[in-house]
């Protein structure tokens, strides 16, 4: 049975694709290395959009159109919500889920305990019928702040009263803006209780450029920077697989 996790947060821009994307291909490297790329074999790991943009399906269509191999399954599955009922089935190790920042709140509607932040439509039923069958969610926040009201719906009106287990991943942050922003983060997260990885995904052009020059982390050009790019995707897949492990063992 495959392992599923979501990448959620209902604010735009915080890294949800790239973090979906870049975590695969870095499972797929360590569960299949060279065997990935061979012809007739099932790959391990698995991205499925259930984003209407389909920003990840795009960025592994540019891995291969730049002649690079995808080394998992790539599933646009923007509105098949019974193919998502049916992810337990799916032959893969790991299922990554991107998915789309949803419907947003007025401020009066954020404290409307009554209104389902999924908001209804495709989108929402899309977001419930994943979050049925999710093992587990990565939250990215980026350091600058304003991503914060959005993040605490996610967190606290989706996540915590589905009893999904979650982490909140700090990306984007440049260390040569100084240690401040993320600090005052962190501290915020730290305040509201939230649970929190310990890796955190640095600013890297690289991660940029990957999307337009149809590159995955496991792709970028050797020098120092790129080296640094992935090594904050390794660190998380392996404080990802710790983090099963230890939801694994309470279920
Ligand atoms: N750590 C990072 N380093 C460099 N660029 C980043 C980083 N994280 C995100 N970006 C850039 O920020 C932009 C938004 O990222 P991305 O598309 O992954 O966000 P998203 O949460 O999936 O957005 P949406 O809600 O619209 O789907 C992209 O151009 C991406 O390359
Ligand atoms: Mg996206």
């Not at 159109?65 to 337990?88: E, K, M, Y």
């Not at 050009?221 to 080296?227: F, K, L, P």
Request: proline share 5%; charged share 25%; net charge neutral.
């Amino acid at each position: 049975m495959p392992y599923i996790t979501v990448v959620l947060n209902r604010k735009g821009g915080v890294g949800k694709s790239l973090i979906a994307v870049n975590l695969a291909a870095v499972y797929a490297e360590i569960l299949d290395g060279e065997a990935a790329e061979a012809e007739g074999v099932a790959p391990s790991v698995a991205v499925v959009s259930i984003d209407p943009q389909a920003t990840s399906v795009e960025h592994a269509e540019k891995v291969r159109q730049a002649g690079r191999p995808v080394p998992f399954r790539v599933v646009n599955a923007s509105h098949t919500t019974d193919q998502l009922r049916r992810l337990r089935r799916a032959k893969a190790d790991i299922i990554i889920v991107d998915t789309p920042g949803f419907m947003p709140l007025t401020s009066e509607d954020e404290t409307d305990e009554s209104l389902d932040p999924l908001g209804d439509g495709t989108t929402g039923d899309a977001l419930r019928a994943i979050l049925d069958v999710a093992d587990d969610v990565i939250v990215p926040l980026e350091a600058e702040g304003s991503a914060f009201t959005p993040t605490r719906v996610t967190i606290e009106r989706v996540l915590v009263p589905r009893q999904i287990p979650y982490g909140v991943v700090i990306n984007n942050w440049d260390p040569r803006d100084g240690t401040a922003d993320r600090d005052r983060t962190i501290n915020l997260v730290k305040r509201r209780g939230w649970d929190r990885y310990n890796a955190t995904v640095r600013h890297y052009k690289q991660h940029t450029r990957g999307i337009t020059n149809g590159r995955l982390c496991t792709q970028y050009e050797s020098n120092h920077a790129s080296t640094k790019a992935k090594q904050d995707f390794v660190s998380l897949a392996l404080e990802h697989q710790l983090r099963r492990q230890k939801y694994t063992e309470v279920r």
